[in-house]
C-alpha cells in the first residue's frame, strides 16, 4: 500500500512504529516497576535497596544492549544459570542450623506456603532471596521485549508479580499498575509488529483507565464477626485483628473496638496475655519471620529465676490464637498436634478453636526489679542485635534525631533509662484516641512528628522504632490485657481488652514488657464501649460471672517492671500497672482524632488513581476530538496579544474563515479567500476583514486602525454568531 493510501485508510504511517515501540518498552517498564517496587521493599526492610536497584536498572539496560546481538537460546541459558546460581547463594546464606532441615519435601511445603500467602518477608533471609530472583525476569523480558517477542515478555514478568500477588506482598496499587503495565504491553507490541491507527490508540488507552478505575472501586472483604478489633464507621473495612496470631500486621485508622468475649482465663496471676510478636518493621506495619514448628514439651523459658505460673484458658468465641502469659514452657488439656510454635516463643492453635474448648499453659514469668534492669549491660547476642535492631532504610533521618534528643533530654545512660524515658515521651506529648486517620508512609515519623494522637498499635511502634535507632533490641507484642477480674483467679477477656505493646530485650533476663500507651484513657475508652454495648443489649458481652461479679482487691502486678504499684482496672478494662496518662490524654474513643490543623493531602493512591482517570479523559478527549474543537474554540474568542498591523490583520482573516467553516460549509480546494467569503455571507464586517488581509497579505499593507477595525469586526461576527439566541444573518 502506498504512503498516500495508508493515510486515506486511516493507518498509522510507518513513523508511528518508532512510536510504538517505545510505547510498548515504556509500558514493560511500568509491569517491572511493578514487581521491581516490591522487591525494593523487601530490601529496604531487611537491607540491601541500593543494591536491588542496581540490580534492577543495571539488568535492564544489559538486556536492552545485548538484545540484539544475543541469540534466543543463549539468552535463555543464561537466565536459567543466573536464577540456578540466585537459588544456590540464597540457599548458602541460610544460617547452617536451618539449612539442615531444608528438604525436598521442606522446599515444595515452603514453595506452596508462598503461593497461598506467605509473605515474602517471613523468609529468614528475604532480602538475600530478592536479590537472588530479580535479575532473571528483568532481563529475560526485557531481551524478549527487545526482540519485539512482546507476549512471551508479558509473560515473565506478569509470572513474577502473580507469585507476589499470591504471597500477599504487591499491594492492590502495585498490582493494578501491572495488569495495566502488562496490557499495555501486548497492545503497543500489536501496534508495532502490524500497524493500526491512531484511533486504535486512543481507545487501547481509554481501555486500560476503564480496567484501572474499575478494579480500584471494588469493595474489600468485611471483617469476621469474631474479630477483636473492628472497622468503625468511615474507616477502611477488613480491618486486621490484632491478636489473631496472623503473620503480619498491618498499622490501619480509625478502629473499633468489639465489646464481645473472646474468652475466660482462670490464672494464678494477672498478666497481659500475648498472643503474637513480631520482628520486622516495614514502615506500615510488623511481619513475623520465620515459620511455626510443631510443640515439643518443654518450651524454653526465659533466663533467670521467675516464678511459674498456671493458665487455663477456655473460648467463648471462636478463636485464631493461643493467648498465654509470657513466657509459655508447656501447654496441655489439648492435643499436642493442635498447638504450633513461632520462632518468638508465642504459641498458635493449628486450627481455629470452638467456643467451649480449653487449654491449660504453664508460663514462667520474668520479674526482674528496676535495680536488675538498670544494671544489665548491652552484651546482646549477635542474632538478637541483626534481627531486632533493624529498621527499614527509607526510615527518615528525623526519626533518630528525635530518638537521640529524648534519650539525652533524659540523661539516659543504660537501656532501661532509654526504654523509660521514651515510653514517658510518648505517655506525655500524645492523645489516646481510635479516631485516627492512618498516615501515609513511616507509621513511626508520622507518629512523632505529623500526628497529634492514636491507640496502642501507633505508640507501641513508635517506641519500637525509637529503641531500635539507639541500638536496642526491641519487638512488637499484641495479645491483651487482663481483662475483667470476676474472681480471686479468674478474668473475662473481650475484644476491646486487645492490646499492643513493647518487648525490649536485656540481656540475662529475656524480653521484658513496656507498655507506652496512656492507662487511663484506653481503659475510659473500653468501659464506655463496654456500658453502650450493654445499654443497647448486644449480645456476647456479659458471662454469668461479669453479670454477677463482686469488686476483687487487684494484688501486686505480674510481669510489669516499669512500677510496683499497680493501677485498679475498670471492669472491662485491662489492669495496666505502670503506665502514666498523658495530662490531655483523650479518653472518648471517637471524640478525637489526629487534628493537624491544615489540609489533608490525597494519599498516592488516591493521586495515582486520578493521574489514571485524567489520561484516560486525555485519550477519550483526543479520541473525539473535543481538545481541539476545545482549543480552536478558545482562540477564536481571543483577541490575541496586538503586534504588527500586517499579522493582526492577517490574524483576523484566520478566525473570520474558521467560523465561516464550521457555521457554513468548509473552503474548497483551489478557492480562493474572496470568492469564499463572498459565497457564503454579505455581512459588509465580513467584506471589511477580508479586504484588510488582501492588503496586508497581497497589497502594501494596513495601518494600525485598519487592523484594529478588522480585528474588532471579527470580533463582533464572533459574539454574534456563537451565541444561540442570535439568527444567523446571511
Known amino acids: 500500500m502506498s504512503a498516500e493510501a495508508a493515510d486515506r485508510s486511516g493507518l498509522l504511517p510507518g513513523s508511528f512504529a518508532p512510536d510504538a515501540r517505545l510505547a510498548a518498552l515504556g509500558s514493560l517498564a511500568v509491569l517491572t516497576a511493578a514487581y521491581g517496587s516490591v522487591l525494593y521493599h523487601v530490601t529496604d526492610v531487611v537491607g540491601g535497596s541500593r543494591l536491588m536497584l542496581a540490580t534492577l536498572v543495571g539488568t535492564a539496560t544489559l538486556a536492552v544492549a545485548t538484545g540484539r546481538v544475543l541469540r534466543v537460546r543463549t539468552a535463555l541459558l543464561l537466565a536459567v544459570l543466573s536464577l540456578a546460581g540466585g537459588f544456590a547463594v540464597y540457599f548458602l546464606s541460610v544460617p547452617a542450623s536451618q539449612r539442615a532441615l531444608i528438604s525436598p519435601e521442606r522446599l515444595l511445603s515452603d514453595t506452596v506456603a508462598l503461593l497461598t500467602g506467605l509473605s515474602v518477608l517471613r523468609l529468614t533471609q528475604a532480602n538475600v532471596w530478592a536479590l537472588s530472583v530479580a535479575p532473571t525476569p528483568v532481563f529475560l523480558s526485557w531481551y524478549l521485549a527487545v526482540r519485539r517477542r512482546y507476549v512471551p515478555s508479558v509473560i515473565v514478568g506478569g509470572t513474577v508479580l502473580a507469585v507476589l500477588v499470591l504471597t500477599g506482598d504487591a499491594g492492590l496499587l502495585t498490582t493494578l499498575a501491572g495488569v495495566v503495565g502488562a496490557a499495555a504491553v501486548v497492545g503497543f507490541g500489536t501496534l508495532d509488529r502490524h500497524g493500526g491507527t491512531a484511533t486504535q490508540v486512543d481507545t487501547l488507552v481509554i481501555l486500560l483507565a476503564v480496567m484501572v478505575v474499575a478494579a480500584a472501586t471494588l469493595s474489600v472483604v468485611p471483617a ?13 473495612s477488613g480491618v486486621t485483628s490484632l491478636v489473631d496470631a496472623r503473620d503480619r500486621v498491618e498499622v490501619v485508622g480509625t478502629i473499633r473496638l468489639s465489646p464481645q468475649v473472646q474468652f475466660t482465663v482462670e490464672s494464678q496471676a494477672e498478666s497481659y496475655w500475648t498472643t503474637a510478636t513480631y520482628d520486622r518493621y516495614t514502615g ?15 518450651l524454653s523459658g526465659p533466663p533467670g529465676e521467675g516464678p511459674a505460673v498456671q493458665q487455663t484458658v477456655t473460648a467463648e468465641t471462636e478463636l485464631g490464637a493461643m493467648p498465654a502469659a509470657w513466657r509459655p514452657t ?6 499436642a498436634s493442635r498447638v504450633r510454635v513461632t520462632p518468638q516463643g508465642t504459641l498458635r ?33 549477635d542474632a538478637v542485635v541483626e534481627r531486632y535492631t533493624q529498621l527499614p532504610a527509607s526510615t527518615p533521618d528525623r526519626v533518630r534525631e528525635r530518638a ?47 500526628m497529634d494522637a492514636g491507640y496502642c498499635t501507633y505508640y507501641a511502634t513508635t517506641m519500637v522504632t525509637m529503641l531500635r535507632a539507639e541500638g536496642v533490641p526491641a519487638r512488637f507484642a499484641t495479645g491483651y490485657t487482663a481483662g475483667e477480674r470476676v474472681g480471686a483467679d479468674e478474668w473475662v477477656v473481650r475484644g476491646l481488652d486487645s492490646h499492643a505493646w513493647v518487648q525490649v530485650y536485656v540481656p540475662d533476663e529475656g524480653w521484658v514488657r513496656f507498655d507506652p500507651t496512656p492507662a487511663a484513657p484506653r481503659q475510659s475508652a473500653e468501659q464506655a464501649r463496654l456500658s453502650d454495648a450493654r445499654r443497647s443489649d448486644a449480645g456476647g458481652v456479659d458471662t454469668a460471672e461479669t453479670l454477677n461479679a463482686t469488686p476483687v482487691p487487684t494484688p501486686a502486678d505480674d510481669d510489669s517492671v516499669v512500677d510496683a504499684t499497680p493501677t485498679p482496672a475498670p471492669a472491662g478494662g485491662g489492669n495496666m500497672p505502670g503506665n502514666r496518662a498523658a495530662p490531655d490524654a483523650v479518653a472518648d474513643p471517637v471524640a478525637a482524632s489526629d487534628a493537624g490543623g491544615g489540609p489533608t493531602l490525597p494519599s498516592r493512591e488516591t493521586l495515582a488513581l486520578w493521574g489514571v482517570v485524567l489520561v484516560g479523559v486525555g485519550a477519550a478527549v483526543r479520541r473525539t476530538g473535543a481538545g481541539a474543537r476545545a482549543v480552536r474554540a478558545v482562540w477564536l474568542r481571543r483577541r490575541g496579544p496586538r503586534r504588527d498591523p500586517d499579522t493582526d490583520a492577517v490574524r ?34 465580513a467584506r471589511l476583514v477580508l479586504r484588510a488581509y488582501e492588503r496586508a497579505r497581497y497589497g502594501d499593507g494596513v495601518d494600525r486602525e485598519t487592523a484594529d477595525a478588522a480585528t474588532d469586526a471579527v470580533g463582533e461576527l464572533v459574539r454574534e454568531r456563537t451565541l444561540p439566541t442570535r439568527p444567523f444573518a446571511r
Open 652 to 685: 483576523a482573516f484566520e478566525r473570520l474563515a474558521y467560523l465561516l467553516e464550521q457555521q457554513e460549509r468548509p473552503r474548497r480546494p483551489g478557492e480562493t479567500p474572496r470568492a469564499y467569503v463572498e459565497c457564503v455571507t454579505s455581512d459588509d464586517r
Open 349 to 381: 492453635p493449628a486450627t481455629t478453636l470452638d467456643p467451649g474448648e480449653r487449654y491449660t499453659v504453664t508460663s514462667r514469668l520474668n520479674r526482674p526489679s528496676p535495680d536488675t534492669l538498670q544494671a544489665a549491660g548491652t552484651d546482646y547476642p
Open 284 to 298: 506500615t506495619g510488623w511481619v513475623r519471620s520465620g515459620d511455626t514448628s510443631p510443640y515439643e514439651e518443654p
Open 404 to 450: 537521640a534528643t529524648v534519650a539525652d533530654d533524659a540523661g539516659a545512660e543504660t537501656p532501661y533509662e532509654t526504654a523509660v524515658a521514651f515510653e514517658s515521651y510518648l505517655e506525655s506529648t500524645k492523645r489516646y484516641s481510635l479516631t485516627v486517620e492512618r498516615p501515609e508512609g513511616s507509621v513511626a515519623d508520622a507518629f512523632l512528628f505529623e
Open 224 to 236: 469476621t464477626r469474631t474479630a477483636p478489633v473492628l472497622p468503625d464507621r468511615g474507616s477502611p
Open 330 to 335: 508447656t501447654v496441655t488439656d489439648i492435643p
